[in-house]
């Protein structure tokens, strides 16, 4: 059974920071690309970040510079730091596992349950 499970999530005041874990099983970690999404009410779910099995990184403009994700292979586990936190910040918060074995084949994809991160004074 695959399960993502995430935790960190909370509430902030403006300028505070968070830092967002997600623990991946059932799945062989390493080949997998991890990435954080966020949903706001109102608005479309987002990518805020992503780090591929090579570790190589990627952010949404907004958050960039403030954000870092990690992953550590040997806890099958991705974080998000999240410094410099705004209220436009607000959302729940996803953990994704993303794997495509071949173009033209359906990916294998697992989300987490998702974390509320809420940033107010």
């Known amino acids: 059974q695959v399960q993502l499970v995430e935790s960190g999530g909370g509430m902030v005041q403006p300028g505070g920071s968070l830092r967002l874990s997600c623990a991946a099983s059932g799945i062989f970690f390493r080949f997998y690309a991890m990435g954080w999404y966020r949903q706001a009410p109102g608005k479309q779910r987002e990518l805020v970040a992503v780090?591929?099995?090579?570790?190589?990184?990627n952010y949404t403009d907004s958050v960039k510079g403030r954000f870092t994700i990690s992953r550590d292979n040997a806890k099958n586990s991705v974080f998000l730091q999240m410094d410099s936190l705004k209220p436009e910040d607000t959302a729940v918060y996803y953990c994704?596992?993303?794997?495509?074995?071949?173009?033209?084949?359906?990916?294998?994809?697992?989300w987490g349950q998702g974390t509320q991160v809420t940033v107010s004074s």
């Open positions: 780090i591929t099995s090579s570790s190589r990184t």
């Open positions: 994704n596992a993303y794997r495509q074995v071949r173009l033209g084949d359906p990916p294998y994809v697992y």
